[in-house]
């Protein structure tokens, strides 16, 4: 005979709980060094240059009880080209998944944000907000919990103070996330930390690089595709295109005697292999795909979501 579970007068099992957490906020607040220090990997690229991420990117959580889905976002600027118009898209995408939403604000920035980072707080349809106020290790100790002149608390459930690049105030940022997620579903695999690929994150190392290593203009015409990653037993073969926008930017990226690439390679490879675990073989060419980030066919092909062009009045 069948035994009842329902007879038994145990206490139902506490349900599990998730839900996706949206990080919003400028370019340059943080949000990448945030979403790294709550997963505790380097998922997302960080630079001290602004608009460094172009990809939605997530980093999951996941302990015995819950599943946290942390979304980081390019930061939310006025586009004004096809390419930033396109990274918006991205970040409405990010919201429109999320549950809680983290405004992340630089604490040393007196500027108030721009109309479309408003618009996009606005309309974010999420049941908790948090105003998350970051680097207060920059400012003096007694300024480290004030809330920037340009920000109405009302709008938040709750403020925090931390500070990212230190992993200051993360716990209790955490905790209060936790206390906030309601029952749902294990959405990835427990040992899951990202929603990307290798592919992905070697197309991203090299850029990171080039954002290090190269001057001001150059790292946004930067376009890196991985055109071939095979996994070897002994070493894996990883072909990495850069796409520049002009003819002029190509010896930039390679350098004298192509010392540069050279460079951007041996450090791209280095983190490659410590993210996968194996070692790797990575070439890298240059190549020159002219103004990619107005043209709509070369930003779709790269993967980016473009919404046809609204017609001018
Ligand atoms: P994002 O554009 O919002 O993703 O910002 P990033 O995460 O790429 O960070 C932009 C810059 O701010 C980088 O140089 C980071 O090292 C720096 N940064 C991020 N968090 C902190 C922090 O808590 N304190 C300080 N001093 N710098 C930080
Ligand atoms: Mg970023």
Redesign the pocket.
């Known amino acids: 005979m069948e035994y009842s579970a329902e007879n038994t007068a145990a206490a139902p099992a506490p349900s599990f709980r998730s839900g996706f957490v949206v990080?919003l906020?400028?370019?340059?607040?943080?949000?990448?060094?945030?979403?790294?220090a709550l997963v505790g990997e380097r998922l997302?690229?960080?630079?001290?240059?602004?608009?460094?991420?172009r990809d939605r990117i997530c980093g999951i959580l996941t302990t015995e009880s819950y599943q946290i889905v942390f979304l980081?976002t390019?930061?939310v600027i006025v586009p004004r080209d096809r390419f930033n118009e396109a990274l918006v898209e991205r970040v409405d995408e990010a919201i429109a998944d999320a549950d809680i939403l983290y405004h992340?604000v630089?604490a040393t920035d007196e500027e108030p944000p721009n109309e479309r980072l408003v618009e996009a707080l606005e309309q974010a349809n999420v049941h908790t907000r948090f105003l998350v106020v970051?680097?207060?290790?920059?400012l003096p100790p007694a300024d480290r919990t004030r809330i920037p002149p340009h920000i109405d608390p009302s709008r938040y459930d709750r403020g925090f103070f931390?500070?990212?690049?230190?992993k200051?105030g993360l716990d209790e940022l955490l905790q209060a996330t936790v206390e906030r997620l309601r029952e749902g579903p294990l959405y990835y695999d427990p040992e899951q930390i990202t929603d990307r690929d290798e592919r992905f994150f070697a197309a991203e190392a090299v850029r990171e690089k080039i954002f290090h290593y190269l001057g001001e203009e150059v790292p946004y015409s930067v376009f890196t595709y991985v055109e071939e990653f095979q996994e070897h037993p002994d070493r894996d073969y990883i072909r990495v295109v850069i796409y520049v926008e002009r003819e002029s930017q190509k010896p930039i990226v390679i350098g004298k005697g192509g010392e540069m690439l050279k460079r951007i390679g041996t450090e791209a490879r280095k983190d490659i292999e410590a993210l996968t675990g194996r070692p790797a073989y990575l070439e890298l060419w240059v190549k020159v795909r002219k103004n990619w980030r107005k043209n709509e066919f070369d930003l779709r092909n790269f993967g980016f979501k473009v919404a046809p062009r609204k017609r001018q009045k």
């Open positions: 990080i906020g400028k370019p340059n607040a943080g949000k990448s060094t945030l979403l790294n997302a690229i960080v630079s001290e240059k602004p608009q460094t991420t980081d390019p930061g992340l630089d970051n680097k207060i290790d920059k931390i500070s990212a690049l230190l200051e």
